[in-house]
């Protein structure tokens, strides 16, 4: 067959032929694998036709949240190339610019009736010769779009946390290599989700307070329902809240700030260090103002509501704190910070708009996007502050006779629950955006209503992954190595395509020695061609630890069925490959993957995760996504390569 190429029509313009192939090998089912044991007998891979060079090829599976086709294959692509650079400019100090490199080719194949995009590479060897490589993307983002809701996320939340303090309250037990094994697991894991369940549920909450107030506060003129004591109790509990998240966002901020800029590790690694004070700040306040002052004041308001005294008005249950003179400043400098934000808003977003209209915009070297949409989105930010605060002076009538501030004062009060309100809704769509993936993926101890988007999700990398290795070239297999990579719940879409793939090609080998002769024509030698398995921000540990049964509750012949689709935790013949794992500690949702191998003492050897510690990602819950601009993940995947 002909190799693909690229070629230039009339006008000049790229034309890419397409690459007509054979039919995806159909491997044995996947239902045989509880019932036949699988042998980790390893075939001799055939040495490459000397008619090509080695080719290697990477198949990367995104992360949760993402949802951009070919977003992957172009950060993988960008972050090879610049290994690749700094490696030609050591051997040739002239070479400085990506354009001095060789290009990139985009290229479609057809396997198995689908159309599988790719990027081709040219790479530098350190014996100075050429190396071709082949990207790959497993996408699989639309699959989960819109299939999961708030409800799905809490109940996964509390689920998660149920499982969390269970299985942190004695030691971890998990199977791994034909036994039980005992990991020991930290003293503070079970206050750890204990922690968590406590937020999920004051964010539900203050959510509920929020959108409970907003649907009754219209009839607040007539009814009364809204009383001034209420209305100040209700503002100083936003307050808080919104002042804890505030603590978390402002190191975050700078943190990402400070990483775009390429300031310096050690700065970087203060401003992460005050993100947990931060986030320990916002943790308390927003469990404080949900689970413990909203129920108080809502409580009293009720209780006064149905048995009123004679002769007495309401007051506000917190302003009567200590006299009220340390509630009261906590307000009004809350409400002076807002004053400052809304002149700042004003002030920027003028000046934004001069240099709008005098042309005087700068471009963005690095910004794909239009340079001037930076100052147009602040331009309606602040047309937007200044609405809500006409809106607010405006409607502010009804509270007006009932509170004790004037009307600037109400304006600004609901301005706080505005941004709560916003708050609020930015954290839903993350959680259903980000978690609500992991919510659909990761299979529970439960039967529920995401068991067919798993499979559809598996069947869908699988097909790509093993259109990868299945890729012919002069009838042989087109790539003497494979690399697999899955970042965030890549990782573990790609752990469970892998199992599969080495289960299956292992089956095709053994009908092989029984005599079908058509069987070695489906053989793919995935553990012979198989060069690294990389993650990076994996939660593989954690859905483990989550997830897992626990030895007392169940038996060895129920685990050992569960392993028999793991073939990586089965039997350590099946690690014949490095598995190279990235974390970093400020990414709360990774870590290292201590489950994956038996626990110390072990001695080195294949079966062992390489965890290796990304120093780069500093900012706190935004290192899972910074690994993609750090030179630790592509370094690593360069250098197998």
Wanted: proline share 5%; charged share 20%.
């Amino acid at each position: 067959m002909d190799n693909p190429k690229q070629t230039r029509d009339e006008s000049g313009q790229l034309v890419t032929e397409y690459q007509k192939q054979g039919p995806l090998p159909v491997p044995e089912t996947v239902a045989r694998k509880s019932r036949e044991r699988v042998t980790p007998e390893v075939e001799e891979t055939p040495a490459p036709s000397a008619e090509r060079p080695r080719r290697s090829a990477v198949f990367v599976a995104h992360g949760m949240g993402q949802q951009i086709r070919f977003q992957t294959m172009d950060d993988v692509v960008w972050g090879l190339r610049h290994e690749d650079l700094a490696h030609r400019h050591h051997r040739n100090p002239s070479i400085r610019k990506l354009a001095q490199l060789p290009p990139p080719r985009t290229n479609t194949i057809e396997q198995g009736g689908e159309r599988i995009q790719r990027v081709e590479l040219s790479l530098l060897r350190e014996n100075g010769e050429e190396k071709e490589v082949h990207v790959f993307e497993g996408y699989w983002a639309p699959l989960v779009e819109g299939k999961v809701t708030l409800r799905d996320v809490i109940g996964f939340f509390f689920r998660t946390g149920q499982s969390g303090i269970r299985n942190g309250a004695s030691p971890f037990k998990r199977w791994i290599f034909g036994k039980y094994e005992e990991y020991e697991v930290k003293s503070d894991t079970a206050r750890h989700f204990g922690v968590a369940l406590l937020v999920v549920l004051s964010l539900v909450i203050m959510n509920f307070a929020l959108m409970g107030v907003g649907v009754l506060s219209p009839a607040a003129g007539s009814t009364g329902w809204l009383s001034g004591a209420l209305f100040e109790d209700l503002t100083t509990v936003f307050n808080v809240a919104l002042t804890g998240l505030l603590f978390l966002a402002m190191p975050l901020a700078i943190g990402l700030g400070l990483h775009q800029t390429r300031a310096s590790r050690k700065r970087r690694e203060k401003i992460g260090r005050l993100s947990w004070i931060g986030l320990g700040i916002a943790l308390f306040t927003i469990i404080f103002a949900g689970i413990v002052a909203l129920p108080a004041v809502l409580i009293r308001h009720f209780l006064w509501i149905r048995n009123p005294p004679e002769g007495q008005s309401e007051s506000a249950l917190l302003l009567s704190w200590r006299g009220g003179g340390i509630v009261e400043r906590f307000n009004a400098g809350l409400e002076l910070a807002l004053w400052i934000a809304a002149l700042g808003a004003l002030a920027f977003g003028l000046y934004r708009l001069l240099r709008l209209a005098f042309a005087v915009e700068k471009p963005h070297r690095h910004r794909a996007q239009n340079p001037r949409r930076g100052g147009k989105m602040i331009l309606w930010l602040s047309f937007l502050w200044f609405l809500v605060l006409l809106l607010g002076w405006a409607f502010s009538g009804p509270l007006l006779a009932r509170t004790s501030g004037g009307r600037w004062h109400i304006v600004l009060a609901a301005i706080s629950w505005a941004l709560l309100l916003i708050a609020s809704a930015k954290i839903r769509t993350a959680l259903i955006q980000y978690t609500g993936d992991v919510a659909a993926y990761v299979s529970p101890q439960v039967l529920d209503r995401f068991n067919e988007l798993r499979q559809e999700i598996r069947d869908t990398v699988y097909r790509q992954a093993a259109g990868t290795y299945a890729c012919m070239e002069n009838e042989q297999l087109a790539y003497d190595e494979v690399l697999i990579v899955g970042h965030s719940l890549g990782s573990v879409v790609v752990y469970d395509v892998l199992n599969r793939l080495i289960a299956e090609d292992e089956l095709i080998k053994r009908a092989a020695r029984q005599g079908d002769e058509t069987a070695w024509k489906r053989h793919l030698d995935v553990l012979g061609r198989t060069r690294l398995l990389l993650t990076f921000g994996s939660p593989l540990d954690k859905t483990a630890f989550v997830f897992s049964l626990q030895g007392q509750d169940t038996s060895e012949t129920r685990e050992a069925l569960a392993a028999e689709v793991q073939p990586l935790i089965k039997d350590p013949g099946f690690r014949t490959f490095p598995w190279v794992n990235i974390w970093s500690p400020q990414d709360i949702f990774s870590g290292e993957l201590d489950f994956y191998h038996p626990p110390p003492p072990h001695g080195p050897g294949p079966k062992e995760v390489i965890n290796i510690r990304d120093k780069d990602a500093t900012t706190l819950l935004l290192a899972h996504v910074e690994y993609w601009r750090n030179p630790t993940l592509f370094g690593e995947l360069y250098k197998w390569i």
